[in-house]
């Protein structure tokens, strides 16, 4: 069973940095799709960043160049590096697994139960 759990995130004034952590164990997660998503007040599940197997990465576009999604396939973590954030950033954000939104968008076999980021003015 593929399980996925985050951690990191709290409260942050605007400007400031967060770096979220999705652990997982018992299945080689370096070959599928991984990333990030995340859910704002009264918004639609969005992504935030993708990796594929090879370690190819896509942004959203409101990310402008603030975050970083990254990997440790030994340690089966993934991160999302946060940096200048923005009250606009307040979310739930949730790790992704599995299937095929690194290349469609769209397709996520397994979540992770969502840490909160909540940015102030």
């Known amino acids: 069973e593929v399980q996925l759990a985050e951690s990191g995130g709290g409260s942050v004034q605007a400007g400031g940095s967060v770096r979220l952590t999705c652990a997982t164990s018992?299945?080689?997660?370096?070959?599928?799709?991984m990333g990030w998503f995340r859910e704002r007040p009264g918004q639609e599940r969005e992504v935030v960043a993708h990796?594929?197997?090879?370690?190819?990465?896509v942004y959203a576009d409101f990310v402008k160049g603030r975050f970083t999604i990254s990997k440790d396939n030994t340690n089966n973590t993934l991160w999302l590096q946060m940096n200048d954030l923005t009250p606009d950033d307040t979310a739930m954000y949730y790790c992704?697994?599995?299937?095929?939104?690194?290349?469609?968008?769209?397709?996520?076999?397994?979540w992770g139960q969502g840490t909160q980021v909540t940015v102030s003015s």
């Open positions: 990796m594929n197997p090879v370690g190819r990465t």
């Open positions: 992704a697994a599995k299937g095929t939104f690194c290349y469609t968008g769209k397709g996520v076999q397994h």
């Open positions: 018992g299945w080689t997660y370096s070959r599928y799709c």
